[in-house]
């Protein structure tokens, strides 16, 4: 019986999202002993929260965290790559000695796990799973044994960083089983009371409820009779109170909801921020994307290769993410185009996938 340690971060709900994802996968093939560790918040809980609040404080300056996410990657070749190497690793060391893992995976870019050895005083194997469309830097170690990634062009940009193809599995990023499973069209316009007739668009402002353009945004769409707008503010409970407040007909606010798949399956269209988890989410369930001014990082990277690919359409600013917005709502032929290709871009089953490579990994 395998015992299997992953780590996530807190920093956004994807990281953990994904671990959950594969813990589940592994139960499902039988493998019980899966343990998820928020390694950030274990080790070190003051300054992680420190650093969340800073991250997402850091959204609003999109050129402070551009210096952070592209200048920690010009760091990766320095000695202060060394502190990031050894955070966490005491905490982490302590995990194994009472959880005995055959293998660690990552679910962020946790280098201290490549320090840790097993009774043999041997290397526990150490596999990374990349949650986005791009792999910074820190992901990268000739030491991980494999990388699960989410395209083909990520395998040649790995291989341009002297990882060999044998290392790399393109599978794709995990999510819930939710957003593969079929459901009731009908059903669903039910459950949350929306109109058949009338094209939904969603607005899935994320766990924190940063979008700070949501009011005008809605206010604008709302304007159009024809369709329906469903907010998603997450933990924001003031954006929620707020948009309450408008009293419009035509919209429907949530905050943290489960079962987001079932929002995804009836709408048209997202506007959403460009998470490398919510992007595949997306993926799955072939809804086109209108996404909000990128924060410069993953997020651009990540807009940028949806774009390119025809999956999603960038706006900058509420105006334009209305116009957007209303362009496509009326443009059935750009919607299907969207969402083939779409369908093109998604890896089916990444979790099943990884659990599979991972297992036949350790066990040959």
């Not at 050129?63 to 920690?72: I, K, P, R, T």
């Not at 993410?321 to 998604?346: C, G």
Request: aromatic fraction near 10%; proline fraction near 3%.
């Amino acid at each position: 019986m395998l015992n299997i340690l992953i780590t996530t971060a807190p920093f956004g709900n994807g990281h953990k999202m994904v671990a959950t994802a594969l813990k589940n996968a592994f139960i499902n093939k039988g493998y019980n002993n899966v343990f998820i560790v928020d390694l950030f918040t274990e080790a070190h809980p003051k300054i992680t929260e420190t650093i969340k609040k800073a991250y997402i404080k850091s959204y609003d300056f999109g050129e402070a965290y551009s210096m952070l996410y592209y200048g920690s990657e010009k760091l990766t070749d320095m000695r202060v790559i060394e502190i990031y190497r050894n955070f966490g690793y005491k905490k982490l060391e302590q995990i194994s000695r009472d959880f005995s893992p055959d293998l660690i995976i990552n679910t962020f870019p946790i280098l201290s796990s490549l320090k840790i050895k097993n009774k043999l005083n041997k290397n526990i194997p150490v596999f990374n799973i990349v949650t986005d469309f791009y792999v910074h830097k820190l992901w990268i170690s000739e030491e991980i044994d494999k990388f699960y990634i989410a395209t083909n062009e990520l395998q040649e940009e790995l291989k341009k960083m002297n990882i060999p193809v044998e290392k790399t599995v393109v599978s794709g990023i995990p999510i819930r089983e939710a957003f593969e499973e079929a459901e009731s069209l009908s059903n669903l316009y039910r459950k949350f009371n929306f109109k058949r007739g009338k094209k939904i668009v969603l607005i899935n402002s994320g766990a924190f409820g940063v979008f700070r353009d949501t009011k005008k945004v809605c206010v604008e769409l709302c304007k159009n009779k024809s369709i329906q707008v469903a907010v998603v503010c997450g933990n924001n409970h003031i954006q929620k109170m707020k948009l309450e407040e408008l009293g419009l007909r035509n919209l429907k606010i949530f905050g943290f909801i489960e079962n987001i798949d079932e929002l995804y399956k009836i709408s048209s269209c997202m506007i959403t921020k460009s998470g490398g988890i919510t992007l595949s989410e997306a993926l799955a369930v072939q809804i086109p994307l209108i996404i909000i001014k990128p924060v410069p990082g993953q997020e651009k990277e990540n807009a940028l290769y949806f774009e390119k690919k025809g999956a999603a359409i960038i706006a900058d600013n509420a105006y334009q993410i209305v116009n957007s917005t209303i362009e496509l709502i009326n443009n059935p032929s750009l919607l299907n185009a969207m969402r083939k290709n779409m369908k093109k871009m998604y890896n089916k089953s990444s979790s099943e996938k990884i659990v599979d490579d991972v297992v036949e990994s350790i066990e040959r």
